[in-house]
């Protein structure tokens, strides 16, 4: 066959309107990162200023995602009524305004409630961001979500280069606030005007056209099967039949673990680094931002990693990394074996929340948003239990044999692993397949 005459594979080419909605959503996962993340180096003068021991601040810091568990319930609803768009860009406002009434906490309830409050406005912001950010990469017809969490990663890095330059520079803490208030909110009221238009369910595959004289209706589990349509029969909670519900869970736990992994980083980097070694407060700071600056390198090359070895494995190559790169710095502690431990800690759950929020949003049988909002619940539940647990250890231990917790998240990361896709599952029937295997991979 003459080569010229095969037919061209090329993909079609992206609409405008989705790429500019694509760099307008990975603007508001930058300024989701930095806004919360640049409050995170200076910890260590907050819990100084006001006077608390490991065990208040770990419940200070643990008692404010309650917030977002919540509102984070109220995600879906939301969305429905004003879309992914608008709800994304103004709970991030309110995010970057609760920010500074963080940095002016001059008590330890005034500490916690505003954290309840920027947990609230943070966990609504993160689920409608992935809402609409699923609604561009249905556009793109290809992987961009892990993209879209490099660039989270990217701007918690730069948020937390950002306030450890500030400490070391003895920059005001109300300045740091409001100076954040002004540049983040700012540009999130921007990147609101170039975001999909229309309704959320736009871009989600319509029911296959039944030719004359057969019954309507795609056969389940086929391609044109629209995801969020529920299917008959069967028990049901908040829409789902059980065994979505059960899936929907295990997808929770796996961010339960990796949501807990990170906050090792953020809430007891910085002070892991100063109680246990002499640094300067710069250098502090480098703890966490070695553990996203190792996600950021890990979301970024993501897409093609997953597209090769699938979601699966890769959150179980992920789990062993972590595990091994913690283990080696509570074992021989130095601040260098400390920045590669929390590295490799970064880059172990680097692909966990795109993977578990395209799973559960593209979920058969489970309602539009119900999915994101499930798993996002979960995510924040990790955020609100582990800071008191390894407060309550260092108090009773020290910081260092408190963060043993960490090798321990990436064995339950092993376990629920099984409810993510294989390699050939994530181009099949999506999560129903990745299901399947789930509990195949749960009965072995």
Not at 10 to 16: E, G, I
Not at 20 to 37: H, I, K, M, Q
Not at 154 to 179: E, K
């Amino acid at each position: 066959m003459n080569a010229h005459s095969a037919p061209s594979r090329r993909p079609a080419p992206v609409p405008a309107d989705a790429r500019r909605a694509r760099w307008a959503v990975s603007l508001l996962f930058l300024l989701n990162g930095a806004s919360f993340c640049a409050i995170l180096p200076r910890y260590p003068e907050l819990v100084e200023s006001i006077g608390l021991s490991n065990t208040a601040f770990g419940l200070a810091v643990g008692i404010g995602p309650i917030g977002g568990l919540v509102a984070g319930l109220a995600a879906a609803r939301l969305m429905r009524r004003w879309g992914s768009a608008s709800v994304a860009v103004i709970a991030q406002v309110v995010a970057s305004t609760s920010h500074l009434l963080v940095y002016v906490a001059s008590s330890w309830l005034w500490l916690a409630g505003a954290l309840i409050i920027a947990m609230a406005a943070d966990a609504i912001t993160d689920i409608s961001m992935n809402s609409h950010g699923m609604r561009v990469e249905r556009r793109y017809r290809r992987s961009i979500m892990n993209s879209y969490h490099g660039w989270w990663s990217l701007g918690a890095v730069g948020g937390g280069l950002f306030g450890s330059a500030a400490a070391q520079l003895g920059v005001a803490l109300w300045l740091q606030g409001l100076v954040g208030l002004v540049v983040f909110g700012a540009a999130a009221v921007v990147s609101r005007w170039f975001m999909l238009a229309g309704d959320d369910a736009t871009e989600r595959t319509a029911p296959t056209p039944a030719p004359a004289g057969a019954v309507a209706g795609p056969a389940p589990g086929s391609a044109g099967e629209v995801p969020a349509t529920p299917v008959p029969g069967g028990m049901r909670i908040a829409g789902m039949t059980l065994r979505s519900l059960g899936l929907v869970c295990a997808l929770g736990m796996i961010l339960v673990f990796a949501g807990s992994t990170e906050d090792a980083g953020s809430t007891w980097g910085a002070l892991f680094m100063l109680d246990t070694f002499e640094v300067t407060p710069f250098a502090a700071g480098l703890a966490f931002v070695a553990l996203q600056g190792a996600q950021t390198i890990g979301r970024f090359t993501g897409d093609a990693v997953v597209d090769r070895l699938g979601d699966r494995a890769t959150a179980r190559l992920g789990a062993a990394v972590s595990a091994l790169g913690m283990t080696l710095a509570l074992l021989v502690p130095s601040p260098a074996t400390a920045i590669i431990g929390f590295a490799a800690a970064g880059w172990g759950v680097a692909t966990l929340f795109p993977a578990a929020y395209r799973a559960a949003d593209d979920m058969p049988g489970v309602p539009q948003g119900v999915g994101l909002t499930v798993v996002g619940w979960f995510a924040r539940l990790g955020f609100f239990v582990s800071p008191p647990i390894v407060g309550a250890l260092a108090d009773a231990l020290t910081l260092r044999y408190a963060l043993w917790m960490v090798p321990l998240y990436a064995v339950g990361i092993l376990v629920f692993s099984g409810a993510l896709s294989g390699r050939f599952d994530r181009h099949g029937t999506g999560a129903e397949a990745s299901g399947r295997s789930g509990t195949a991979d749960a009965e072995r």
